[in-house]
């Protein structure tokens, strides 16, 4: 048996001095914080949208996703730029902590808890628990069409 197969690979980040993740595959770059040009009309979750190699990319929050208490993005933030569906977002962090590969087996469903849709599992580590976020459910339909209409409108 491949023993890749059972390895997830995830990239690491913090919000709020919680640790969370993103599968590798899922993650396309990571950037230095940039100014965000607000987009109205556009979710709560979505902060505005940057210009990447001329795409309008959507800026997510997971601080505000999970309702945590609302603080501007600082100088020294960082931008995960990734897939979610069909679309690319960047997410905002206050911290990259790198690449880790663990287990398959070693990350915990996170089931169906109220207020964290978007989390996919929970993965046990020395430090703590890591949540690891799910992108093509971070928007719920309703979201997505008013994103889609907010970008139109640009």
């Known amino acids: ?9 995830l990239v690491l980040f913090t919000v709020d001095e919680q640790a969370y993740a993103l599968p590798l595959a899922a993650a396309e770059r990571v950037l230095r914080m940039v100014e965000v040009t607000p987009l109205p009309g556009a979710p709560d979750a979505v902060e505005g949208v940057i210009n990447i190699q001329g795409d309008v990319v959507p800026v997510v929050s997971v601080r505000r ?4 208490a609302k603080r501007p993005a600082g100088v020294a933030d960082s931008l995960i730029v990734a897939r979610a569906r069909a679309r690319r977002v960047a997410i905002i962090a206050e911290s990259v ?9 070693a990350v915990a469903s996170a089931g169906h808890i109220p207020g964290i849709e978007p989390i996919e599992g929970v993965l046990k580590t020395s430090e703590g628990l890591v949540l690891i976020h799910d992108l093509d459910r971070f928007f719920s339909a309703t979201e997505e069409q008013s994103l889609d209409l907010a970008l139109e409108r640009l």
């Open 1 to 9: 048996m491949d023993k890749t197969a059972t390895l997830v690979q």
């Open 65 to 68: 996703r999970l309702g945590l």
């Open 97 to 105: 902590l790198g690449v880790v590969e663990r287990p398959a087996d």
